[in-house]
């Protein structure tokens, strides 16, 4: 038996592995202005930078077919990325495309999917250049990489909050977790009785929030035109917490959020307590929102005060402060990330 040790994936988490696997890279061009660690890698083109992400998503472990139609798929599959390029304060400009497919995708669904993704390009204005297509001997795994530009002093990285910089967030949150949740239960109802029709009509918006997120790039065009360029910056992919303490790893502080300052649509709240589960609990750990979390100086809170989307949570503080929530009672308690787990 050999004695090499054996470390589980699971033991170091996504962005522990990411840390471990990338600790030796070095970079050869000139042009490579920040690699891995941020939502987007960042190139020197010159006049302006050029901004990178790729992300993948897999079938039985993002998505489930049974309850995500092709369409919504494909829009989902291109929306997830703009949002990255988003959280880089960038304009995206064009995307890649590349899928595994096993033979059970006729080219009428693939039509379908590609239907999704053609009409996520049209309402992001991203053109559509490339990819590649091979075989998978299960489902369906797609993976995405988008390209945008930003003037070298409009990029906003996850590293640049100040102490005593606002923290703010846009649209509400937890509303695609809780989706989530009303389609997972309709699917086991369905696999207990397949004479049954799903129950949504009483879902819309956060069924919605679920199948079909949308970037804000609405919110990076609305600051510049308010001359506002948050000092850091990222997307809620996996969970308010979880991202607030990306931002203070990155940025070097700890933070306070508000929990009456929460933003949390109405009916989120409402199915949130038909499911027992605790409303703040979704906002916090929920994930797949796509919103924006940034900070700002404080001198730019009256330029954003009355943005009816843009909401302000918290602010950052001293490192030794920690990170921590600020209950409607006014107790103060120790923040906790239990967002989503990739492994």
Known sequence: MSDEKRTEVGELGEFGLIDHLSKEIKFYNEKTVKGIGDDAAVMDLGDEYLVTTTDMLVEGIHFDLSYIPLKHLGYKAIAVNVSDIAAMNATPQQVTVSLALSNRFSVEALEVLYEGIRLACEDYRVDFVGGDTTASRSGI??????????????????????????????GDLGGAYIGLQVLEREKQEFLGNPDMQPKLDNYPYVVGRQLKPMARMNIVHELAEL????????????????EVFHLCKHSGLGAAIYEDKLPIDKETYETAAEFSIDPNTCALNGGE????????????????????????????????KGKVMVTRGGNTISLQAQGWKHF
């Open 141 to 170: 795994v797609i993976s995405v990489t988008a390209l945008g530009t930003v003037a070298k002093d409009k990029i906003t990285y996850r590293s640049g909050a100040g102490e005593g910089d606002i923290l703010c967030v846009t």
């Open 227 to 242: 001359g506002v360029v948050p000092t850091s910056m990222m997307d809620v992919s996996d969970g308010l917490a979880s």
């Open 289 to 320: 929102d796509y919103e924006l979390l940034f900070t700002l100086k404080q001198e730019d809170f009256d330029k954003i005060k009355n943005h009816s989307d843009i909401h302000t949570i918290g602010y950052m503080q001293s490192a030794d």
